[in-house]
């Protein structure tokens, strides 16, 4: 039997939302145990195609007793869009705007999400409600906030009689904001103020009110659950914040890999305590990049054209993965109008003339030995490659794009 045979053999096409369902729900029916978190990858950020078929697998999964949906961007952001989602007056520009980091409320899809979160909410009880979260550090490309908000959270959150003496002197040690948000300190570690007798102190600061939060949780979580939740997501944030300017302050070979690995670091601490808040309820979707939510290291090329080297580090799924077990499933996703023979993508393009999920140890399985990554379809896109199936539950590639990004940021 020919590889295309086999391919098309293994496909499960989703040609609605209804076949769409039925695949996922036979995938979550092999697993041992049903998931606390299942994670869809997309490639790269911006083609409609992706956020679209999540948009499609969220409304199915919540007939399903799913009732939180969890996206790549700021944790503390998202808190206005789950604000909006559940009932507050708010226009849905200023959401768009505010709720989302890194430009991605200007995502196509995002937008018909809210929308529909919204409706479905409307008359629901709030322990029906699905919930909104992000579960991103508050980092952009251009560098990390100060850890003045965090810590201020946590200290002002905690009573009188529980602050640690080491925080009396925190607004002497944040000092000038500018002092952390020094863009030029991204690249050159000489501009960083990570590495400062200040900095230092601050994370002694940055522990001190994390584990005083912990000791203090049987008597202030059970009368307010959600605000002990969000000062403890402020804590590990401050302490996530302080190591990144540390390493931002480092000239060693790896810091670039380094920055990453304490990014996807926070990230699967958000996503953990996402999953431990939400149990009770139900379980969660969790919409990303393939990089961020794949089992295993994850790798990206950074610096110019002509000057790029490969980083790879431990993604948050492989840190998710490693906590929960079987409770976590992970499905890619992947396209390219313009598949290559003997490549992953061209592969699966001949199995399909729109969409399909293949499972992913028999696609392995059927592939051949020789075969290949494709090519970036647009900046940011990284192609799977066979490797990256041992990494994933599932595979959808979608044939039916163009695979043009609209412009987000």
């Known amino acids: 039997m020919s590889t295309a045979t086999s391919l098309r053999a293994l496909a499960r096409q989703l040609d609605d939302p209804a076949s769409l369902g039925r695949a996922v729900d036979e995938l979550l029916a092999a697993r041992t145990r049903p998931p606390a978190l299942l994670a869809l990858g997309e490639p790269t950020h911006g083609i409609a195609a992706f956020p679209l078929l999540r948009n499609e697998l969220l409304e199915h999964l919540v007939e399903r007793g799913f009732l939180s949906i969890v996206l790549e961007t700021d944790c503390f952001a998202a808190s206005v869009v789950d604000g909006y989602v559940t009932g507050s007056a708010v226009e849905i520009d200023t959401v768009l705007a505010t709720g989302f980091s890194h430009g991605f409320g200007n995502v196509p899809g995002n937008r018909e999400l809210l929308e529909w979160l919204r409706a479905h909410n409307a008359d629901r009880a709030p322990r029906e409600r699905v919930r909104f979260y992000g579960f991103d550090a508050p980092v952009e490309s251009s560098g990390a906030p100060s850890p003045r908000r965090a810590l201020s959270e946590v200290n002002n959150y905690l009573p009188a009689s529980l602050r640690p003496g080491s925080a009396r002197d925190l607004d002497a040690l944040l000092g000038d904001e500018a002092e952390w948000t020094n863009e030029a300190a991204m690249f050159d570690p000489s501009a960083s103020i990570g590495d400062s007798d200040r900095a230092r102190a601050l994370r002694v600061v940055?522990?001190?009110?994390?584990?005083?939060?912990?000791?203090?949780?049987?008597?202030?979580?059970?009368?307010?659950?959600d605000g002990y939740d969000d000062a403890a997501a402020h804590a590990r944030t401050a302490q996530g914040l302080l190591r990144f300017h540390?390493?931002?302050?480092?000239?060693?070979?790896?810091?670039?890999?380094?920055l990453l690995s304490l990014r996807a670091e926070l990230m699967a601490d958000n996503l953990l305590a996402i999953v431990a808040r939400e149990r009770r309820r139900g379980p969660s979707l969790v919409f990303a990049h393939n990089v961020h939510l794949q089992r295993a290291s994850s790798r990206m090329p950074v610096g110019e054209d002509g000057r790029k080297e490969e980083v790879s580090w431990s993604s948050a799924g492989a840190m998710v993965a490693l906590a929960?077990?079987?409770?976590?499933?992970?499905?890619?996703?992947?396209?390219?109008?313009?598949?290559?023979?003997?490549?992953?993508?061209?592969?699966?393009?001949?199995?399909?003339?729109?969409?399909?999920?293949?499972?992913?140890?028999?696609?392995?399985?059927?592939?051949?030995?020789?075969?290949?990554?494709g090519k970036e379809i647009v900046r940011g896109h990284i192609p799977l490659g066979p490797a990256d199936l041992a990494c994933a539950d599932a595979v959808i590639f979608v044939a039916d794009t163009d695979g043009k990004r609209q412009q987000y940021w």
């Open 206 to 225: 940055a522990d001190d009110l994390a584990s005083a939060l912990r000791r203090a949780a049987p008597s202030l979580r059970p009368a307010d659950p």
């Open 246 to 258: 540390a390493a931002m302050a480092t000239a060693a070979p790896d810091r670039i890999a380094t």
């Open 324 to 373: 929960l077990g079987e409770g976590y499933v992970f499905v890619a996703t992947d396209a390219d109008p313009h598949s290559d023979p003997g490549t992953l993508q061209g592969a699966l393009a001949e199995a399909t003339d729109r969409r399909a999920l293949f499972p992913a140890p028999a696609l392995r399985a059927a592939l051949a030995a020789d075969i290949g990554a």
